[in-house]
């Protein structure tokens, strides 16, 4: 994995010298042989820890065997869900503190069908005791719609 790194660390390291470089030259005359050099001299710089006898390896570097990307599909699809939630939620506290209602939390539960549509299922409040339960409630219905499941808590 370290090695990994490092050949990243490369590539990056030369696309920026390389876009230094090509900044400098003056002419346009000879921008495709320059063009050329560069490209060369990336590759010679990628190729380096591979032609350098030896010490770079990809251990550590385990991919799934052919085919079996399903655990690494499911890990993304989590993620994402995750992220949208989050967003949802946050767009929804924007929206209740801008009506005046005072919401401690939101939580957002959403789900990714087969097809990759997105709906959201349920939607969960807490506000603090002195904010208005049916203002919030009706915020909450005006921007997700009528056939979501809503919940109001009260925290004590």
């Not at 042989?33 to 251990?59: C, D, M, T, V, Y």
């Not at 989590?78 to 989050?86: C, F, N, P, R």
Request: hydrophobic residues 40%; proline residues 2%.
């Amino acid at each position: 994995m370290e090695a990994l790194k490092k050949l990243v660390a490369v590539s990056c390291f030369l696309a920026v010298g390389i876009s230094m470089l090509d900044m400098l030259c003056p002419e346009k005359k000879f921008e495709k042989q320059i063009r050329l050099i560069f490209s060369l001299f990336f590759l010679i710089g990628l190729a380096a820890p591979f032609l350098s006898g030896g010490n770079f390896s990809f251990e550590g570097f385990d991919l799934p065997k052919e085919g079996d990307f399903s655990s690494v599909q499911d890990s993304l699809k989590e993620d994402y869900k995750s992220a949208i939630e989050k967003n949802i939620s946050s767009a929804l506290l924007e929206k209740l503190k801008a009506s005046g209602v005072n919401a401690d939390k939101i939580s957002t539960k959403v789900n990714i069908s087969d097809d990759n549509s997105i709906s959201i299922s349920e939607i969960e409040v807490e506000l603090s005791q002195n904010s208005d339960k049916q203002k919030a409630f009706d915020v909450i219905k005006n921007e997700v719609g009528e056939n979501i499941r809503v919940a109001i808590n009260l925290r004590e």
